[in-house]
Antibody, heavy 122, light 111 residues
Framework: EVQLVESGGGLVQPGGSLRLSCAAS????????MSWVRQAPGKGLEWVAN????????YYVDSVKGRFTISRDNAKNSLYLQMNSLRAEDTAVYYC???????????????WGQGTLVTVSS | QTVVTQEPSLTVSPGGTVTLTCASS?????????PNWFQQKPGQAPRALIY???NKHSWTPARFSGSLLGGKAALTLSGVQPEDEAEYYC???????????FGGGTKLTVL
């Protein structure tokens, strides 16, 4: 069974930093792209970033470019999101999600963690 | 800025059929956008339903189906059940930017 467990959320002041982690199990982590998706309170889903299996390619939504960094440690089956220069509008539940396999003709996001809440407020 | 548009809300009767759509500001949605669909209930993480336009996950109920319809991606629910009341999101892949974009979501009410 695929399991994704996020951690690291909390309350941070505007301009501060936070590092989110996602522990993956139940599948071959190193075979998949991985994504972060967020959801502001009462709002819709927003894709934030994704990262190729070997870490060689990473992509971000424009609103976080230059502030957030996605990374992974395949030896630890873990995904990370380093968030700097946080703003009030970054307040959201952040979900770790399994993205596609490069070897597959399909592109899909098929498994989600339960999310971790990040609150940016003074 | 790319915008993906869904109906904000729809209402369907139990046992009925309803179609949700997903449009792209860049033009017609094709299979190359690999449309994905998700269901989210209050307080829960999203659950994947459909990928690559019409492919179901092993856990997707048979009453859910995906297609392309009139330049949009579509999710059809046939024989709607009360437990299908939820928010539904589409997700499109933009290969040029190597990025995903979610639609704004459709709140489906079963009444």
């Amino acid at each position: 069974e695929v399991q994704l467990v996020e951690s690291g959320g909390g309350l941070v002041q505007p301009g501060g930093s936070l590092r989110l982690s996602c522990a993956a199990s139940g599948f071959t982590f190193s075979s998949y792209w991985m994504s972060w998706v967020r959801q502001a309170p009462g709002k819709g889903l927003e894709w934030v970033a994704n990262l190729k299996q070997d870490g060689s390619e990473k992509y971000y939504v424009d609103s976080v470019k230059g502030r957030f960094t996605i990374s992974r440690d395949n030896a630890k089956n873990s995904l990370y999101l380093q968030m700097n220069s946080l703003r009030a509008e970054d307040t959201a539940v952040y979900y770790c999600a399994r993205d596609s396999r490069s070897s597959s003709p399909h592109r899909k996001i098929d498994s989600w963690g339960q999310g971790t809440l990040v609150t940016v407020s003074s | 800025q790319t915008v993906v548009t869904q109906e904000p809300s729809l209402t369907v009767s139990p046992g009925g059929t309803v179609t949700l759509t997903c449009a792209s500001s860049t033009g017609a949605v094709t299979s190359g956008y690999y449309p994905n669909w998700f269901q989210q209930k209050p307080g829960q993480a999203p659950r994947a339903l459909i990928y690559s336009t019409s492919n179901k996950h092993s856990w997707t109920p048979a009453r859910f189906s995906g297609s392309l319809l009139g330049g949009k991606a579509a999710l059809t629910l046939s024989g709607v059940q009360p437990e299908d009341e939820a928010e539904y999101y589409c997700l499109l892949y933009y290969g040029g930017a190597q990025s995903w974009v979610f639609g704004g979501g459709t709140k489906l009410t079963v009444l």
